[in-house]
Each structure stands twice: as structure tokens, then as C-alpha cells.
């Protein structure tokens, strides 16, 4: 079973932060997944990627194979980017193609 | 598309009681997936079905929990009887493809068992 392991638990900011939120997984993946969820809110596939790196708007997201990691960046960060972010592995081969699992998510909170 | 569409948003049930959470997948999508969420456990796969067949249960629970997809467009999660550990946020997701596809994720029901 893939372990996915996410860090920092709870992030705060303060309003044009760039903020790091940091993603480790334990065997090979097909692809990582960061989902959003607001408070309340259902969940949205931010990015999905298998190498390299992926812009869009203030959100960047990078993944090292080799490593075993993955990065979301948020640049100039802003209050209403206040969710739950969640990392989630693809995992590679076997039956179970298109199963996630899931980080425990990393929670933040920008302060205006 | 109107994305993933689950029902109820919310229920509130007696302990003991049955509850029905349904689901309509994204039109074409061939897999769809059932999560739940808690404080303590985070976001956990139950049940997961490819062309309305289920693929691996070994995430659901107990025999309480029970799920089917009739046809492409429809799923239900059955808990019966329901108990007060079964309150959680209950997702669907679907999906196209068998690797590296985006998960389209339903709004949530927000189950509570009293």
C-alpha cells in the first residue's frame, strides 16, 4: 500500500506569502494528484501530473520521480486561498488503476 | 456537464435507520469511486466500479455497508443499519480511463447518525 505523507499539517500566512506545501509517497505512482477543498466545500482537482512541473495562475506544482516528491507552490498568496490542500498517488500497476490515496492534507489559513 | 451530482447534500438519521447516498456520474466516465472522509481517517476509498462493475470493496467497512451501480449514469451507497461511527462526509468521484486521468469529484453528502 502506498503511504502519502504530506507536510507541513497547518500552514498560516500572512496575504502575498509565497507558501511551499510539501508531499512524499512511498512506491511508484502513475500520477499525483493536489485537490482543494474549501471549509465545507467539496474537493477540486487542482493539478494532475506524472513529471515535471505545472503552472496555473498563482498555483505551481513540481514532482520528482527519482524522489519521490511532489511540491504545490502558491505564489502571492491571498485569503481566499484558504482550503485544505490533499495530495493524493495514483498508484502504479496491479488492478487498481485510477485508485487514490490520499495525504492527510495540509491545512491553510491566509491571514489579510 | 453538470460535473458529479450526489444526493442527499445532507442527512440525519436515527441510529438503526437505512440510508440510501446516491450518485450520477460525469456522462461517459467509466469508473466511479465512493470516499469517505473524516476528522480522524481523512479521505478513505470504499468501493470502486469500472462499466458499472465493482472493482475492489475491500474498503468498505462491514456487511452494513453495501453498494451498486444499475446502470452507467447511477450509484447508490446503502448503510443499513446506520450507527453513529458512520457519520462522515460520503464522496463520489468519476472518472475516464484506466491510468493518469483527473477525478471529478461530487459535492459531498454530510451523513450524521444519532
Not at chain 1, 49 to 58: A, E, I, M, Q
Not at chain 2, 32 to 61: H, K
Not at chain 2, 79 to 104: H, K, L, M, W
Request: aromatic share 8%.
Amino acid at each position: 500500500k502506498n503511504e502519502v505523507e504530506q507536510s507541513p499539517q497547518n500552514l498560516t500566512a500572512q496575504e502575498g506569502e509565497f507558501i511551499t506545501i510539501n508531499c512524499s509517497y512511498s512506491v511508484g505512482i502513475s500520477a499525483l494528484h493536489w485537490l482543494q477543498q474549501h471549509p465545507g466545500g467539496g474537493i477540486v482537482s487542482l493539478f494532475m501530473l506524472s513529471s515535471g512541473k505545472k503552472k496555473h495562475g498563482r498555483l505551481i506544482a513540481t514532482i520528482n520521480i527519482q524522489e519521490k516528491h511532489s511540491s504545490l507552490h502558491i505564489t502571492a498568496s491571498h485569503p481566499r486561498d484558504s482550503a485544505v490542500y490533499i495530495c493524493a498517488a495514483n498508484n502504479a500497476g496491479g488492478t487498481s488503476y485510477g485508485k487514490l490515496t490520499f495525504g492527510q492534507g495540509t491545512i491553510l489559513t491566509v491571514h489579510p | 456537464d453538470a460535473g458529479v451530482i450526489q444526493s442527499p447534500r445532507h442527512e440525519v438519521t436515527e441510529m438503526g435507520q437505512e440510508v440510501t447516498l446516491r450518485c450520477k456520474p460525469i456522462s461517459g466516465h467509466d469508473y466511479l469511486f465512493w470516499y469517505r472522509q473524516t476528522m480522524m481517517r481523512g479521505l478513505e476509498l470504499l468501493i470502486y466500479f469500472n462499466n458499472n462493475v465493482p472493482i475492489d470493496d475491500s474498503g468498505m467497512p462491514e456487511d452494513r455497508f453495501s453498494a451498486k451501480m444499475p446502470n452507467a449514469s447511477f450509484s447508490t451507497l446503502k448503510i443499513q443499519p446506520s450507527e453513529p461511527r458512520d457519520s462522515a462526509v460520503y464522496f463520489c468521484a468519476s472518472s475516464f480511463g484506466e491510468t493518469n486521468t483527473e477525478a471529478f469529484f461530487g459535492q459531498g453528502t454530510r451523513l450524521t447518525v444519532v
